[in-house]
């Protein structure tokens, strides 16, 4: 089960994904700006064959380089789903806390230092939550 200690070094490891994201969005644009470049060359072409089969082994280049971010891309959004679940175990293990707590509290014990950590973990995961979500909306937008 992740470790609700661990809940600050998800949030860091949640902002390096979402730069690594944010790299393959540009690098996915520029290979598809490439891509239609080298198309509309080739069309130009079209009378001198000889360089216009040159050319297209550029397009083998930029479509293999292509193919290569749209790879990483997968493995990022693989990597989101499984912080998904590393996030749902955070969350039930806060949720069972929360519950002794209230039981504690339900006895007339002093439980407020405790509710506060869990209000705060809890405000921290749904915020991490609303996150995630957002970076697997934008894989799947761009993909």
Request: net charge negative; aromatic share 0%; charged share 40%.
């Amino acid at each position: 089960m992740a470790g609700l200690e661990n809940l600050e070094q998800f949030e860091a490891d949640l902002e390096s994904k979402e730069q690594e994201i944010e790299e393959t969005e540009k690098q996915l644009e520029d290979v598809n700006n490439r891509l239609d470049k080298i198309e509309s060359a080739i069309n130009e072409l079209s009378e001198d064959q000889e360089v216009a089969k040159s050319v297209e082994k550029n397009q083998e280049q930029a479509q293999e380089d292509k193919e290569q971010i749209e790879e990483k891309r997968n493995e990022l959004s693989s990597e989101l789903q499984e912080m998904e679940n590393e996030l749902t175990e955070m969350e039930e293990a806060n949720n069972e806390s929360e519950s002794v707590i209230n039981e504690l509290n339900a006895i007339g014990e002093d439980v407020s230092e405790a509710q506060n950590i869990v209000n705060n973990r809890k405000s921290e995961i749904n915020n991490a939550k609303t996150k995630l979500k957002d970076l697997q909306s934008k894989l799947q937008n761009k993909g």
